[in-house]
């Protein structure tokens, strides 16, 4: 069985920052095993399957995402990728629409300079937060979750956010939680970190699905719907946001960087 696949670096104007994802085009969905067995071998923070929908007016593709751990409910960085797959291999498409299997439709649409993505707007809520805040060896200003796993810890600055010295170990134990440290940038609108060390992503460089839990919160703190962020891992990756009541709109550019074929028995 021969299946291609492409390494694209995502929310990245050139190779080699942002966040790497693969992209595999599949004409049905194979058993999970293989699926995940694909991703751990990738070693990379997400791999992405699309399978063709033919015939539905809701959604071009069907898409999942697996980290070399695990299933995950939402990737925005993999969905860009995955978009950028499609829309890079032909040119008559303005926008595709993928079917998820929790987050619903996502969409990802060409723009002047790279693209614009369609997350839902998961809200997080006020929640204390002390046992990560305590893996994440930082000091917080406000705590907030959201049910789908994800922790937003707000702290004091954005060298608060770059000094986070997260206990691996710690986190893991927790379970599968998306931790995020974020504030104000200095020369962004907001700037953040996200740590992962459940799905085997101690530090995932830039993290789309994070953004769709932060960007409602700061709309708010800053009193507008559209703001600049960066993420500052050691690759970095540069976002546009907008909130746009149920859905947050996420801009940036991808690069195609590796494409090749998987051999398998």
Known sequence: ???????????????????????????????????????????????????????????????????????????????????????????TLDRVRFATRQAGVLEVARRQTGYEMALPAWRPHPKPLDAIVAALGVEAVETLWHDMGYALVVVADEAAVRAAAPDGRAIKALGPIVHIVAARGDSTDIVSRVFTDFYDIPEDPVTGSAHAVMAPYWADVLGRDAFTAFQASARGGRLGCRVAVDRVLLTGECVTVIEGTYLLP
């Open 1 to 91: 069985m021969r299946i291609p696949f492409a390494q694209i670096d995502a929310f990245a104007g050139a190779p080699f920052v942002g966040n790497p994802a693969a992209v595999l085009p599949l004409a049905t969905w194979p058993e999970d095993a293989l699926l995940q067995a694909i991703a751990s071998e990738n070693n990379l923070s997400e791999t992405a399957f699309i399978v063709p929908m033919r015939g539905s007016d809701s959604a071009d593709y069907e898409l999942r995402w697996f980290t070399p751990a695990a299933e995950v409910a939402l990737c925005g960085h993999a969905t860009l990728a995955s978009g950028h797959f499609v829309l890079s291999s032909d040119t």
